[in-house]
């Protein structure tokens, strides 16, 4: 069997797995950014909230950073309200802390929490679904379920602000459209960014980073039977 080549820094939690598996020594501590974003998105603008844990540590010595966003929320309907955003940023978040501590990596087991600074940018009295992502759509399939996906893809830029600074960011968004049991559902994800100034340095790295992560996703949709057709950024 060929060997899986793997990134050095790593890039992706799956690359860590791997080099633990191949007898290297690594340490993890997530660290979170709750950060107030500046999005323009067809030809619409407005502020969001986005959820950032940086995987930081070293493999064998060496220092890395895995900078990773979770999920996006904002007060309108062009993504999910704060308070689902969080729920649907720990939920992804809490299945890479168990693939990294399966893995045999000391991780500890933090979440993002909302804190005031969140909390001011949620409707509290406005009605709420519940707070779905794609792993539920494929536990449906999973169950027999018929469950089809249009997969839209698009870099979205966007500012983030930090304490002190503004940092211009790109996305590597998807729009999954998801028709299951007689209706449709928008769920949304981020597969990867990179800092707008540094396109010619980094948007190739970030495109091979979200293609990598969509493929295992693909991989998931066909082991339950979800209609769908391929894509990835280029």
Not at 57 to 67: C, K, P, Q
Not at 218 to 231: A, L, S, T
């Amino acid at each position: 069997m060929k060997k899986m080549t793997i990134n050095l820094p790593p890039r992706r939690i799956s690359d860590l797995v791997t080099l633990k598996q191949d007898g290297a020594e690594i340490t993890c501590q997530p660290c979170f950014d709750v950060l107030p974003v500046d999005f323009a998105h067809r030809d619409q603008e407005f502020q969001a909230i986005i959820f950032i844990c940086c995987f930081e540590g070293e493999v064998n010595g060496s220092e890395y950073v895995i900078r990773k966003c979770y999920s996006r929320g904002c007060p309108n309907n062009l993504c999910p309200h704060v308070s689902q955003a969080v729920m649907i940023a720990n939920r992804y978040l809490q299945r890479d802390l168990r693939t990294l501590q399966d893995a045999g990596i000391n991780v500890e087991n933090k979440l993002f929490t909302l804190d005031d600074m969140v909390v001011k940018f949620e409707k509290l009295h406005e009605s709420q679904g519940p707070a779905l992502t794609i792993d539920d759509y494929i536990n449906l399939a999973g169950e027999g379920n018929a469950v089809a996906v249009e997969i839209g893809l698009e870099y979205v830029p966007a500012v983030e602000h930090f304490a002190n600074y503004t940092n211009a960011q790109t996305f590597l968004m998807c729009d999954f459209i998801v028709t299951t049991l007689g209706h449709k559902h928008l769920v949304q994800r981020c597969f990867a960014c990179y800092q707008t100034d540094k396109v010619n340095g980094e948007k190739q790295h970030a495109v091979e980073v979200a293609n990598a992560r969509m493929a295992l996703l693909y991989e998931r949709f066909d082991e339950v039977g979800i209609k769908y057709q391929k894509r990835f950024f280029d």
